[in-house]
């Protein structure tokens, strides 16, 4: 099929920029182990994310591994199965039980009063995700977890930039884990970072990233390698220019959607929360069959035939892969919501390069009687 339309499109550095930053990288010979370019590249991202403290990671995955490696989680962590697969995996590899709970519809974020009804004794942690960027229940959930003493991590993998009235969602909870994977709306090829509240844990996390070396000759954990090396910092850096230029574009892209397909029976999708700066990484639609005419699959494979590749994000549910299906929280009735949704969703094609003719086409291919 020509003229294939991807779902997403890395977010690039000029390219003559990032050749200079590897010749000093060259020059320097100093290509990883909290390099100068790390460095720049934590300290300008605290500044754009408006968070006291970063650290840097290979991957989002990782971060997401060493937050409950830091704040020593066992026994059951709550969590949701609308979601990556990582956020489960990595209660998992911690040797916890992840438990599912439901989602709310009108953000696809973690229900708290299911948190609620899930804690059990063995509970010491939840782990909620700003699904697609849109804020988590926050202050809901964090009431719970101060009134039953649970630790709270935030797979915010989604949320780069995302703030609620001026402030980064990134500062709640104890931890929020960050992924800058190629799709994401700011990307260092693979890479992630995890954000805390202060030094102490900065410093614990920073061990933990390195091996669990405090120094040349002594270990205080036992760590792991995923610390982020000068060429990926320098590419960071220069991405981090032209990022509130990509969300402008992903903006402009979700308006020219929403305008198309309000009046299309069947479909829905968020709108923009008040007091909210949403970053545009996704635009999952939900298709109800009845109402637009065909299920999610018909159009999803229809757009396909036809070069256009949304994606089920996230279909299937975590909970129905065979790793985690036996769990008694796995159970489709305990899950509603997130199966009902999982069954509904379409991410459509969003990146900063997404020329107009393609927004129109795919608008076309959905709107097509
Ligand atoms: C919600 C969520 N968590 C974690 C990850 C893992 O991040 P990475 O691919 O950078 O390891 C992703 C990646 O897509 C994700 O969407």
Known sequence: ???????????????????????????????????????????ALCEYLKVPYISLFTNGTLPLLTALQALRITGEVITTPYSFVATTHSIWWNGCRPVFVDIKEDSCGIDPERVEAA?????????????????????????????YGLKVIYDAAHAFGVEVNGKSVLN????????????????????????????????????????????????????????????????GLLNLKQVDDAIAKRQHIVQRYREALRDVPGIRFFEDTPGVRHNYIYFPIFISEGQYGCSRDELYFRM??????????????????????????????????????????????????????????????????
């Open 304 to 369: 396909k035939e036809h070069g256009i590749w949304g994606r089920r994000y996230f279909y299937p549910l975590i909970s129905t892969f065979s790793t985690y299906r036996g769990l008694p929280s796995a159970t489709p009735s305990n899950l509603p919501v997130a199966t009902k949704i999982a069954n509904e969703v379409i991410c459509l094609p969003i990146h900063p390069n997404l020329s107009d003719e393609d927004i129109e086409r795919i608008i076309n291919e959905i709107k097509k009687p």
């Open 119 to 147: 804690i059990t004794p063995n509970t010491t942690a939840i782990m909620p995700v700003h699904c697609y960027g849109m804020p988590a229940d926050m202050d809901r959930i964090q009431e719970i977890a101060d009134k």
């Open 172 to 235: 709640a909870g104890d931890l929020s884990t960050l992924s800058f994977h190629a799709t994401k709306v700011f990307n260092t090829l693979e890479g992630g970072a995890l954000v805390m509240h202060d030094e102490k844990t900065k410093q614990r996390i920073d061990y933990l990233k390195n091996f669990g070396f405090a120094g040349e000759t002594e270990v205080v954990a036992p760590g792991i390698n995923s610390k982020m090396d000068e060429v990926r910092a320098a590419y």
């Open 1 to 43: 099929m020509s003229n294939k339309i991807t779902v997403t499109s890395p977010l690039l550095p000029d390219l003559d920029e990032f050749h200079s930053m590897l010749k000093e990288i060259w020059d320097s010979k100093w290509v990883t182990n909290n390099g100068q370019f790390h460095k720049q590249l934590e300290h």
